[in-house]
């Protein structure tokens, strides 16, 4: 019996990762991990640990913002990390000026980060209507 429990427990997901928004955060911080490798080594611990902390925060306030019971604090959390992605993009952007990364590069991350922006928008649009038409 209490290995049935185990099972059971093993295939249930937080909310969060049932988000198509957050496997799509997942894959670009993988990508800026492999990116930063590329950094200069002086850069690695300044812009480039920026850049990290930055986009894993994308995840870690969707995910800290679906444990929340109230829905103007999942909404809150929801902005936190639309914010978060608006500052990965700006550290890329300086990344891309500096010549740390390519245009080609940076370019190529821009569709995926606009894709999670309008993703983020809508579920924080959706966590509103539900607070506001309950």
Known sequence: MKN???????NRNFSFENLEVYSKIRNLIKYIYQLQEKFPKEERYGLGDQVRRAVVSVSANL????????????I????????????????????????????EQFNSLRPQITDIAKMLSGLRNAFQSRLTNP
């Open 4 to 10: 049935q429990e185990t099972k059971k427990s093993e």
């Open 63 to 74: 995910a800290e913002g679906s444990g929340r019971n109230s829905l103007k604090e999942k």
């Open 76 to 103: 809150h959390f929801v902005e936190i990390s639309y914010g978060s992605l608006m500052e990965v993009f700006c550290e890329l952007q300086a990344a891309c000026d500096l010549e740390y990364i390519t245009t």
